[in-house]
């Protein structure tokens, strides 16, 4: 992977920073984190576990998402969606993290180093399947978290974040020439 | 009379009281492929041969739970005292939360008894690590 495949679409994510301040900001509210904080004071450990679990999960995608940049094996338009979600996964990560905080825990931190298994991707299919895998199994955590908040608005936060991983599973689908939503309900 | 009629009415029920019971208590035969597909439920955080964000699962039967060197585990699960087994996961997969207060797994759980059985039957079978 070159340099010059990535610069593009990096400056791209940081002309759009703004714009992505301003959604974590949305979410933030819809989680009540600053408008409703006295509510979510009372947020007790769990929603805090859960809260860390996801974050630890976003925090591995991101760096797959840079694997899979640095890879080499994408075309231009491959690329570019991988940078743009990897910018939807570092703002579920901020606003995770900075949730964790508001809440009164502490936000675990990305490991040093990430176990991917690198020595299967030879292809662009290979990079695409396995950020559609990762994207799927995200859908199914967040499926698997939303009905444990013990704030619902907690649960509604990460609902959203929920569908903006299934848009991701759906493209990732639809690049691979599958079929993008191949099921009425997700598991 | 009416004790002669009764009796094999009662004696029916019973048995078909027995059918249900018996039927209920025996868990369902699991099936590994099937518990493959459902195991990608669970890729957003594991998998077989690495540690991720949640722990690799190779090897899994047998083991003490939260035992596997190189990953952090919640001190409730370390000091859970479960030994993996079909029966603890079965309890553990049903509802985390409720099987391992404390937990850092943030999932409800797979409520369907065959899937739990076949994702089961699937990690018995990914056998052990291989590094």
Same mark, same amino acid.
């Given at each position: 992977?070159?340099?010059?495949?990535?610069?593009?679409?990096?400056?791209?994510?940081?002309?759009?920073?703004?714009?992505?301040?301003?959604s974590a900001g949305a979410v933030l509210?819809?989680?009540?984190?600053s408008g409703n904080r006295a509510a979510m004071a009372a947020a007790p450990d769990a929603d805090i576990n859960i809260l860390n679990a996801?974050? $630890?999960?976003?925090?591995?995608?991101?760096? *797959?998402?840079?694997?899979?940049?640095?890879? $080499?094996?994408?075309?231009?338009?491959?690329?570019?969606?991988?940078?743009?979600?990897q910018g939807h996964h570092k703002e579920h990560a901020e606003v995770l993290a900075k949730t964790v905080?508001?809440?009164?825990?502490?936000p675990v931190e990305?490991?040093?180093?990430?176990?991917?298994?690198?020595?299967?991707?030879?292809?662009?299919?290979?990079?695409?399947?396995? *950020?559609?895998?990762?994207?799927k199994g995200a859908v199914s955590a967040y499926?698997?978290?939303?009905?444990?908040?013990?704030?619902?608005?907690?649960?509604?936060?990460?609902?959203?974040?929920? $569908?903006?991983?299934a848009m991701h599973w759906a493209v990732l689908r639809q690049a691979l020439g599958e079929n993008p939503v191949p099921v009425a309900f997700v598991s | 009379m009416?004790?002669?009629?009764?009796?094999?009415?009662?004696?029916?029920?019973? $048995?078909?009281?027995?059918?249900?019971?018996? *039927?209920?208590?025996?868990?369902?035969?699991g099936d590994a492929r099937r518990g493959e597909v459902i195991y990608e439920r669970c890729q957003a955080c594991h998998s077989l041969q690495r540690n991720r964000s949640g722990p690799r699962h190779c090897g899994l039967i047998g083991r003490q739970a939260g035992s596997l060197e190189g990953y952090a585990y919640s001190p409730a699960l370390k000091a859970s005292g479960l030994v993996w087994?079909?029966?603890?996961?079965?309890?553990?997969?049903?509802?985390?939360?409720?099987?391992?207060?404390?937990?850092r797994m943030g999932y409800a759980g797979v409520k369907d008894p065959q899937e739990r059985a076949d994702l089961i039957a699937f990690l018995a079978a990914a056998g052990p690590c291989r590094k």
């Open positions: 992977m070159t340099n010059d495949l990535t610069v593009a679409p990096r400056r791209s994510f940081l002309a759009t920073a703004g714009k992505a301040t301003l509210l819809l989680a009540g984190c996801a974050l $630890g999960a976003e925090q591995e995608a991101i760096a *797959a998402y840079q694997v899979g940049a640095e890879s $080499g094996l994408l075309s231009k338009p491959a690329l570019n969606l991988a940078v743009q979600f905080t508001d809440l009164g825990g502490r990305p490991l040093a180093s990430y176990d991917f298994p690198v020595e299967q991707l030879k292809a662009e299919a290979d990079v695409l399947r396995f *950020a559609a895998g990762l994207e499926l698997g978290a939303v009905p444990l908040f013990e704030e619902r608005e907690l649960a509604k936060a990460a609902a959203s974040i929920l $569908g903006d991983e | 009416v004790v002669r009629r009764v009796l094999p009415v009662i004696s029916g029920l019973a $048995g078909i009281f027995f059918l249900v019971a018996t *039927a209920m208590a025996t868990p369902p035969q087994s079909e029966n603890t996961l079965d309890r553990f997969l049903e509802n985390p939360f409720k099987a391992v207060p404390g937990t």
